[in-house]
């Protein structure tokens, strides 16, 4: 089956003798055992609930991997993957990650003795050249956000495996319909599902898939023993709006392009940075690896007051963390999502102060590019 057919065509309620066409929400902490000796399918909540495996089984089948893990956000899950790792070991992460990444990297990972260097990424030599016997993982995000520089996920794949270290794609910013990490060599595929996997702004959740068993097996035990899996609500949440995934990215995608080309063209508008457009550096990579350049762009507005103005001025686009969503938002990344960077880092990336952040949502392209242009013309 293409992946529209199965987004909404899977075993919603496996077992289940009424055949419910959509996953029953199993809002039980427990499970009654038969025998005081051995367990059934599921026991306690924490540990298993049949509404999450449902969810988990379906994010596993459309990124291609063997077993998806669902958390209560996508911060728990970027912490679970740096559970994998010990004292001593090293992780090597793009330098443009998304600021909670970035905060838990310097302020809590160093409690545990775990270091974490920076590499520009979308320079395969400098991930060659800095990558060290202790580096154990490789963690990066592309296109990454909010400048939307685009990975080579495959070349950095291959200089993680020859160095025996993991490599994690957080792919939120394209969600499993546009790129599928796993198949070009990545282990990990991390989404914040707050974003394009639940769509509508109303759960906070995250999830990962892998291929490998033993790997899988870890990332379960630590699932279960730090209390991080999502709760059956908001799986059932997720799993809604999973099966709209593709109509959502197609609406939202093809309204980025339209307003990435507008916003190329506009006299008010420096720069533009959008993996789909001809002229970005990223472009043929990302036509090689991913199937578009997403719903999510930035611009360059000339001063830090003009980016104010604009976001204030907007009447559609709300003024809003986050991404993903069928609503169309827009923040300014350095004052917003990306604050929470620690201030020595935030000198070393350097965000443009005068940045705008969009996420394009599923309205009218008129409506949309009209309140644009007239907030551009107003400043
Ligand atoms: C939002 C986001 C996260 C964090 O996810 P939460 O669900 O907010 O915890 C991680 N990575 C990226 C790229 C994000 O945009």
Redesign the pocket.
Known sequence: MKFASRLVNFDVAPGDPYRPMATPIYQTATFEQVHADSFGDYDYSRSGNPTRKVLEDQVASLENGTRGFCFT??????TTVTHLLKVGDEILADWD??G??SRLFARVLNRSGITVRYVDASDLHSVAASITPATRLIYA?SPT?PLLRVLDLKGIADIAHAHSALFCV?S??MSPYLQNPLDLGADIV?H????FLCGHSDV???AIVVKDPALADEIYFLQNAEGSALGPFDCFLLLRGLKTLKLRMDAQQSNAQAIANFLASHPNVPSVHYPGLPDHPGFDLQQRQARGGGAVLSFRTGSPEAAKRIAEKTQIFRISV??GSVNSTISVPVKM?HASIPLELRDERALPEDLLRLSIGIEDLGDLLGDLDKCLNEI
Do not use: H, P, R, V
């Open positions: 956000s996508g911060m728990a899950a970027i990650l998304y909670g990444a995000e956000n957080d939120s910013t991390l914040s599902a707050t974003k906070t959740g995250g986050s991404f999502s």
